[in-house]
C-alpha cells in the first residue's frame, strides 16, 4: 500500500496518536472528539490503543483507552481486528513478526536483530513475537499508518535514534515523503522548539 497524502481522518487519527503521548487527558479527549467529527473507523483507534503499549508503555496507553472508551464511538467497546489473546498462536506471531519488521527495517533489518539480541535475547524475542507479530501485525489498520503513528508518538518522546529508524520505516512501508512530514507537522504542537530542531534535523538526514 502506498499513503501519498494524509486524509481528514489519518490526520485525525495521527493527532491523536501525539497527544496519547503526552499523556495530557484533556488534549486527548479533544483528539478522540476529532475523530468522531471526522468518521475515523473506529477499528484504527482501538489498533492504535494497541500499539500504543510497545511506543509509551501501559500508562499511556491505559490513559488513552479509558478516554476512548468514554467518549463517542469508544463507548460502544472494543472492535477487534482479530482475538490477540490465544497464545497457541505464537508460532504464527514469529513468522508474520519476521515479515513486518523486515518490511519496516529493510535493508538494516538484520542488523537491528543482532543488535537487539546483544543488549538482551527475549528484547529479541518480544520484539518479535509481541511486537510486530502479535501487535504491529494485526489487521484493522495499514503499516503506513501505524509507522506514522509510531512517528508522532517517537517524536513527541524525543527519543532520536528510534525517531530516524521509524522515519525510514514509514517510507519502507509504502508511505510518502509529504505523508511524513504531516505527520511531523502534526505532531509538532506538543514539542518545544529545540526538540522540534532535533526533529527536523533528523527527518532531513533520512527524507528522499
Excluded: F
Excluded at 33 to 50: G, K, S, T, Y
Excluded at 87 to 94: C, D, I, K, T
Amino acid at each position: 500500500m502506498t499513503l501519498k497524502a494524509l486524509d481528514p481522518p489519518t490526520q485525525a487519527l495521527i493527532a491523536l496518536a501525539a497527544a496519547i503521548a503526552t499523556g495530557d487527558e484533556t488534549a486527548i479527549e479533544a483528539r478522540c472528539a476529532d475523530c468522531a467529527a471526522r468518521a475515523v473507523p473506529p477499528i484504527w483507534i482501538d489498533e492504535l490503543m494497541l500499539q500504543s503499549v510497545l511506543v509509551l508503555g501501559w500508562p499511556r496507553a491505559l490513559t488513552a483507552a479509558r478516554v476512548w472508551r468514554q467518549s463517542g464511538p469508544g463507548s460502544a467497546g472494543a472492535v477487534r481486528s482479530e482475538d490477540g489473546s490465544d497464545y497457541g498462536r505464537v508460532a504464527e506471531w514469529l513468522e508474520r513478526g519476521e515479515r513486518v519488521c523486515a518490511e519496516v527495517y529493510g535493508d538494516t533489518y538484520a542488523a537491528l536483530r543482532r543488535n537487539v539480541r546483544q543488549l538482551h535475547p527475549d528484547l529479541e524475542a518480544g520484539m518479535i513475537v509481541e511486537g510486530y507479530g502479535r501487535i504491529l501485525g494485526r489487521p484493522g489498520l495499514d503499516q503506513p499508518r501505524r509507522e506514522l503513528c509510531s512517528v508522532a508518538q517517537i517524536a513527541v518522546l524525543g527519543a532520536r535514534r528510534q525517531l530516524r529508524a521509524h522515519l525510514s520505516g514509514a517510507l519502507n512501508v509504502g508511505a510518502s515523503a509529504a505523508a511524513v512530514q504531516q505527520t511531523l507537522d502534526l505532531a509538532r504542537p506538543h514539542l518545544k522548539e529545540e526538540e522540534w530542531s532535533t526533529a527536523s534535523t533528523v527527518w532531513e538526514r533520512v527524507r528522499p
